[in-house]
């Protein structure tokens, strides 16, 4: 059973995968910032070539056949580059800097592979660090389906017309999980045997300033874990999670920029930043003079982020005046 369950190709898993929404290398952090909010998509990728909008009144041209995807682009990567602190005095300049700027110098985050390609060769290449696996779509039926199911991805033309998906880890390990039977006796072995708990976690005193989490953020977002929040003592308090900060929007680097980490994670954690907060983070801005954070954020009152991980229900959504300036 084991055996036929590996022998499943890769494309068993983008049934039902929309297609990616992509930008240029060439494009600026602010058209990456406007595709991130206008979509229902937490990523984009980022391919090494142009390429056309489907949706285009144009036809779409031929591109070349090196056309490559080179990593992926979160509203996390954006927030943390606002909060460095050669940014924060003039955020709408940091946006015109070109999406190189954000990418991950880490090697084979993303990874090509083709339909074809076994389920075997694609765990091996998620054990060697791939976070992504962009996979060509090729069936032409199938994509119709997929561009009906996602009204709201608008998906990207690439070289010889093809569109693409991409598979995460989460995909191949959901897949193994429908079969977790199959590995038995290891689903009941527990989590501590299995060897997979790390104690190298990376923390941030409560009463630090949040600013000084800004590298630990973004480390965390390439590892797939969090920071930490300790205590004195080192006891853990909390979390800053960039699974959080993916469904902010940039107005949390003004929150980062201002207060301590404690503060931060009562910020983006409670469905809504308290009012109490919000007028601390307002005071501490003028206070150092950062007009242009405030100015372009407007954190007086509609620009209020809602970091609720999409996890209230729509009754709750509609009825929180916390979501008027979420990302959906």
């Not at 994670?265 to 954070?293: F, H, Q, S, W």
């Given at each position: 059973?084991?055996?036929?369950?590996?022998?499943?190709?890769?494309?068993?898993?983008?049934?039902?995968?929309?297609?990616?929404?992509?930008?240029?290398?060439?494009?600026?952090?602010?058209?990456?910032?406007?595709?991130?909010?206008?979509?229902?998509?937490?990523?984009?990728?980022?391919?090494?070539?142009?390429?056309?909008?489907?949706?285009?009144?144009?036809?779409?041209?031929?591109?070349?056949?090196?056309?490559?995807?080179?990593?992926?682009?979160?509203?996390?990567?954006?927030?943390?580059?606002?909060?460095?602190?050669?940014?924060?005095?003039?955020?709408?300049?940091?946006?015109?800097?070109?999406?190189?700027?954000?990418?991950?110098?880490?090697?084979?985050?993303?990874?090509?592979?083709?339909?074809?390609?076994?389920?075997?060769?694609?765990?091996?290449?998620?054990?060697?660090?791939?976070?992504?696996?962009?996979?060509?779509?090729?069936?032409?039926?199938?994509?119709?389906?997929?561009?009906?199911?996602?009204?709201?991805?608008?998906?990207?033309?690439?070289?010889?017309?093809?569109?693409?998906?991409?598979?995460?880890?989460?995909?191949?390990?959901?897949?193994?999980?429908?079969?977790?039977?199959?590995?038995?006796?290891?689903?009941?072995?527990?989590?501590?045997?299995?060897?997979?708990?790390?104690?190298?976690?990376?923390?941030?005193?409560?009463?630090?300033?949040?600013?000084?989490?800004?590298?630990?953020?973004?480390?965390?977002?390439?590892?797939?874990?969090?920071?930490?929040?300790?205590?004195?003592?080192?006891?853990?308090?909390?979390?800053?999670?960039?699974?959080?900060?993916?469904?902010?929007?940039?107005?949390?680097?003004?929150?980062?920029?201002?207060?301590?980490?404690?503060?931060?994670?009562?910020?983006?954690?409670?469905?809504?930043?308290?009012?109490?907060?919000i007028k601390v983070v307002e005071a501490r801005l003028k206070e150092r003079n950062l007009t242009g954070m405030l100015e372009k954020f407007s954190i007086y009152s509609t620009g209020i982020p809602d970091c609720n991980n999409n996890s209230s229900s729509d009754d709750e959504t509609a009825s929180s005046p916390a979501n008027t300036g979420s990302r959906r």
């Amino acid at each position: 059973m084991a055996a036929r369950l590996l022998s499943h190709e890769v494309s068993d898993l983008c049934l039902g995968k929309p297609p990616l929404r992509s930008l240029s290398i060439s494009a600026t952090i602010r058209h990456a910032l406007t595709a991130l909010k206008s979509s229902d998509d937490t990523h984009i990728s980022i391919w090494t070539c142009n390429h056309h909008n489907s949706t285009s009144d144009h036809h779409p041209q031929l591109i070349h056949d090196d056309c490559r995807c080179v990593g992926k682009i979160c509203m996390v990567d954006i927030i943390c580059y606002l909060s460095k602190q050669d940014n924060i005095s003039s955020p709408s300049s940091a946006l015109k800097s070109p999406l190189s700027t954000l990418l991950s110098h880490v090697p084979g985050v993303v990874r090509h592979v083709e339909p074809s390609s076994s389920l075997i060769e694609a765990i091996d290449l998620i054990i060697d660090g791939a976070q992504n696996l962009v996979v060509p779509i090729k069936n032409k039926t199938l994509k119709r389906k997929q561009l009906c199911q996602y009204p709201s991805t608008t998906p990207t033309i690439h070289s010889s017309s093809r569109e693409f998906c991409w598979l995460t880890q989460e995909d191949v390990i959901r897949f193994f999980l429908s079969s977790i039977g199959l590995f038995s006796p290891t689903a009941a072995y527990s989590i501590e045997s299995l060897g997979i708990i790390t104690t190298d976690i990376l923390t941030i005193n409560y009463h630090s300033p949040a600013a000084k989490a800004v590298d630990a953020i973004s480390t965390s977002l390439t590892d797939q874990t969090s920071v930490a929040v300790v205590d004195d003592d080192g006891v853990l308090i909390g979390e800053i999670s960039p699974f959080t900060l993916i469904y902010c929007d940039e107005t949390v680097a003004a929150a980062i920029t201002t207060l301590s980490a404690g503060e931060l994670m009562a910020y983006v954690d409670c469905g809504g930043p308290p009012e109490d907060v919000i007028k601390v983070v307002e005071a501490r801005l003028k206070e150092r003079n950062l007009t242009g954070m405030l100015e372009k954020f407007s954190i007086y009152s509609t620009g209020i982020p809602d970091c609720n991980n999409n996890s209230s229900s729509d009754d709750e959504t509609a009825s929180s005046p916390a979501n008027t300036g979420s990302r959906r």
